[in-house]
């Protein structure tokens, strides 16, 4: 990434595993001050204990609102501004809609949603501010197409799609970029693939993207020049049928 990034704060949610750890480990690389936030202390710790500068970790629950203030102020406060957000931290459930408890449709809405509506509110004026910024979110395949059987996961993933073309549009003039990744299979903990020879093997047979493929895409993206920008990424495994 150069020096593109170089002393840039980011902030990371979702940041003790998967995307958003590959992410913030990719960034850390490329000399940003870190931000991550994530419910997992001990991971959030570990995944701090791999950035060599160090960084700063929130634990919050992004389903709660209280939460999501806590940690926009924080991620204020500690190093006096915000250039970077990835909203990344999501909840996924593929269960029959029948099948699936208030508690569970609720906890996507309010997470994949709802917490990064307000998070981006809360942010937005500090960038503005500055005449600059980076907002991207990490959607998914299921926000451009209707997945059988993913009804509120993908509700929440079209939803998010549908607010952040219509806020890209309303800052751009402020110097402030929006852009969104749409993954297909992520081999993550969110689709239950744990073990890296599994996730080896599924890279191998074409059948998933890696966390460190979407790492790459957001390197990619943040560090275009300042007049470009990249609207949408659509990114599937080789092998996906969509």
């Known amino acids: ?39 997992d202390k001990h991971r959030l710790e570990q995944t ?17 609102p209280d939460d999501v203030a806590r940690l926009a102020d924080e991620a204020a406060d500690c190093f ?15 269960a029959p809609f029948v099948d699936e408890s208030h508690k569970t449709t609720q906890s996507m809405i309010d997470v994949n949603l709802s917490s990064i509506v307000q998070l981006i509110h809360l942010l937005l004026p500090g960038m503005k501010a500055i005449g600059c910024g980076e907002i991207l979110t990490i959607g998914s395949i299921a ?3 209707d997945m059988r059987d993913e009804a509120v996961y993908s509700a929440t993933k079209h939803a998010l799609n549908a607010f952040v073309r219509s806020l890209r549009r309303q800052v751009a003039k402020d110097g402030i970029r ?14 239950g693939i744990n073990d890296q020879s599994e996730v080896d093997d599924k890279v191998e047979k074409l059948e998933v993207l890696s966390a460190d493929d979407i790492a790459e895409i957001a390197d990619f993206i943040l560090t275009r020049p300042p007049n470009v920008a990249i609207r949408e990424l659509v990114v599937l495994p080789h092998a996906q049928d969509l």
């Open 1 to 39: 990434m150069g020096n593109a990034l170089k002393g840039k704060v980011a902030l990371v949610t979702g940041a003790s595993s998967g995307i958003g750890k590959a992410i913030a480990l990719r960034l850390s690389q490329a000399g940003c001050k870190l931000v991550l936030a994530g419910r």
């Open 48 to 64: 701090a204990e791999q950035i060599e500068q160090g960084a700063h970790y929130v634990v919050a629950d992004l389903a709660e």
């Open 80 to 94: 006096g501004r915000v250039d970077i957000l990835v909203a990344n931290a999501g909840l996924f459930s593929n």
């Open 143 to 145: 926000g451009i197409s």
């Open 178 to 191: 929006v852009t969104s990744i749409l993954p297909g299979t992520v081999a993550t903990c969110l689709w």
